[in-house]
């Protein structure tokens, strides 16, 4: 089966890049950053870190902010250098576990720290927090950074600890989106989920819960109601929007995937606007009252509506007003010497599309973190040359009767070229003038799943008919691989 349909770019916004801008700004011919590499003004630290000074501070507990932490000590660069300043209790991890497996029931092996420390999701070493002691890495927990001045380098955190910092790397990602207070935003039941603790507020709810209303229909939307299916909750999803993941499913696409949520249960309410969330007799989130004056009752709210970059302490530094975080080069500097920004927070060069963009997703984390630091600690100067990737996993639980893996390389611009029949598989190509520009596909296989960055990268001359008339993703795959090839 093959459609043929119009499709949004992933410039006009995904939830996993900018939720607060329609449109993303092409980069300047004119860049405001220095061509030469910014002259850091080391300070050595001690090996006890008995003094005020670090030779590298990395702000951020997220993967960022382990990753990078890799790369400094596979370049020799840590023990005694580097210190980490965190707002969470825990040493980095995987986030993206945190609306995955950690959310699993407690009968069907949910993940738990430290089996999800940074960098065991690309198949590193778990780095718990022994790994950084071992390291030679200081590690300050739960102690955020509240202002910085830039001309002295230094960082006060909310503790009132003073660091003087050589070169300074901010990882801090993002914060979610929040529900006014006036309207139930911050009602005892209502949930946000951006690290362990909110994670674990929420599996309380849930071991309680039997109506369950997720907001937004978009990642963490979509992977949060599939963890309640396993629960066996009643679960309802509401969101503004005509169908799932609008800024990347095509509505074909989306259809398959809100069917499958359909026969595990699942209720949609598209197109709806939320007035309030309503407090029973006990204070408790008990309804929520949608813009038509319907009431749908529940116990357990979740809100997913997008994130905005953490810039907090650091907007002395030059943002970006379009795409939101703090303005980088390809190298990750900013507009300050020797501070660098990287992950989520990072506004950055997507070379490949000749555009300004800030991706909220893990590879890109991992990515940016690795290449900013070998920018930093070596003579590299090649430019970050990323390739848009996407991502879900959903029903991986135990006794799932269907588990979902779908990826996505490239840009989702032009017209759409859909294949198969969801049984398990699926793909969708994007053909703009001609050319291949993007590629989703469900439950490929590991030869099928490596081959998708490759077109996406080189995006070849593809011709449409054959992919429509490929009777199968096998062989639209095929078709594809052969364009590649010529």
Not at 56 to 64: L, Q, S
Not at 75 to 98: D, F, Q, T, W
Not at 334 to 354: C, E, R, W
Request: glycine share 10%; net charge neutral; proline share 5%.
């Amino acid at each position: 089966m093959a459609t043929v349909s119009n499709s949004l770019s992933l410039k006009h916004g995904i939830s996993l890049w900018c939720p607060q801008s329609p449109y993303l700004n092409r980069i300047s011919q004119r860049s405001s950053f220095p061509s030469r590499i910014f002259r850091r003004n080391y300070v050595v630290a001690s090996s006890s870190f008995d003094n005020e000074n670090r030779e590298f501070v990395i702000v951020g507990g997220g993967n960022a902010a382990g990753y990078a932490a890799r790369t400094f000590v596979e370049h020799g660069m840590a023990n005694g250098k580097l210190c980490i300043v965190s707002k969470e209790a825990h040493a980095p991890y995987e986030r993206p576990a945190l609306t995955k497996a950690y959310l699993f029931p407690l009968d069907k092996k949910p993940a738990r720290l430290p089996g999800f420390h940074t960098c065991v999701g690309s198949g590193g070493e778990r780095q718990t927090p022994d790994w950084y002691k071992e390291q030679g890495i200081e590690m300050l927990y739960e102690d955020p950074v509240k202002s910085i001045d830039v001309e002295k380098q230094t960082l006060t955190t909310n503790s009132g600890k003073l660091l003087k910092y050589g070169s300074l790397v901010i990882a801090t990602g993002c914060t979610a989106s929040r529900f006014p207070e006036k309207i139930g935003g911050s009602l005892p039941g209502v949930h946000y989920i951006r690290d362990v603790a909110d994670a674990n507020s929420l599996i309380s709810s849930l071991e309680k819960a039997q109506k369950v209303v997720v907001v937004g229909g978009g990642y963490i939307g979509m992977e949060v109601a599939a963890a309640a299916v396993g629960w066996k909750l009643d679960t309802t999803i509401i969101f503004p929007e005509n169908h799932l993941l609008p800024r990347l499913f095509t509505p074909s696409l989306a259809g398959k995937y809100e069917e499958l949520y359909k026969e595990n249960g699942v209720k949609f309410i598209k197109g709806a606007s939320i007035k309030e969330l309503e407090a029973g007799s006990d204070g408790h989130v008990a309804s929520v009252k949608l813009g038509d004056g319907t009431t749908i009752e529940a116990d357990t709210i979740v809100i997913g509506i997008g994130a905005k970059p953490a810039v907090g302490p650091f907007e002395s530094l030059q943002l970006n007003n379009t795409v939101g975080g703090i303005q980088v080069d390809g190298l990750f500097r900013t507009n300050a010497p020797g501070i660098f920004a990287i992950g989520d927070v990072a506004a950055f060069p997507l070379k490949m599309y000749d555009r300004i963009s800030r991706v909220e997703h893990v590879d890109h984390a991992r990515r940016s973190a690795q290449h900013c630091i070998k920018a930093l600690l070596t003579a590299q100067t090649d430019t970050y040359d990323y390739l848009p990737h996407f991502y879900s996993r959903v029903f991986e639980y135990e006794g799932s009767p269907r588990k979902v893996w779908w990826q996505f390389y490239g840009d989702n611009v032009g017209e759409t070229v859909e294949i198969g029949n969801f049984d398990p598989k699926i793909a969708t190509f994007w053909i703009d003038s001609g050319k291949l520009k993007g590629v989703l596909l469900e439950s490929g296989s590991p030869e099928e799943v490596e081959l998708l960055p490759k077109l996406a990268r080189s995006q070849p001359s593809v011709d449409k008919a054959k992919l429509q008339n490929a009777s199968s993703v096998e062989e639209a795959l095929q078709v594809a691989r052969a364009a590649l090839q010529g």
